[in-house]
């Protein structure tokens, strides 16, 4: 198959797709694990015992990294990068492309709000060392929209290599 949208092969604007899925949830966990880390580790500095209690509020923007990679994986198995020579049709690469958008949009800004919401709990943390449990539930909450984004990614590509 030889058709190009825009001049861009199937296979080229599924590639393409893997990488704004990769990209933007790497900014995302990259931005937010900044924003959480910068307060959490002045929390650790007054208090060293707080480490283990602050540590997951600064890991929880890293998923939507973790989500990102997971689509372009899902990219590269389900339309046969890993098998070798691949040649999709450029309307269905062109819908890979579109099936990876929420993941690369709904992960790139809900890691840099998780770690915004991090960083309050991370004070609630600093505050009141017993309330950490309950610290964890805010930005827990930013997370769901991401889950939600690479289930509805999912989806989308299971329709398309149907």
Known sequence: M????????????????AAVAAIGGGIGSAIGITLVSNAATGVVTEDPDKFGRIL??????????????????????FFGVFAGDVDIAAHEGLRVFFACLPVAFVCMISGIYQGATAVGAAGMVA????????????????ETYAVFSLIVTIIMMLYIAG
């Open 2 to 17: 030889n058709e190009t949208i825009m001049g861009l092969s199937g296979i080229d604007w599924a590639y393409f797709g």
């Open 56 to 77: 997951p509020l600064a890991a929880m923007p890293g998923t939507q990294g973790i989500y990102g990679f997971i689509t372009a994986l899902l990219v590269f198995i």
């Open 127 to 142: 505050r009141r060392d017993e309330d950490a449990g309950k610290a964890l539930i805010f930005p827990a909450l930013v």
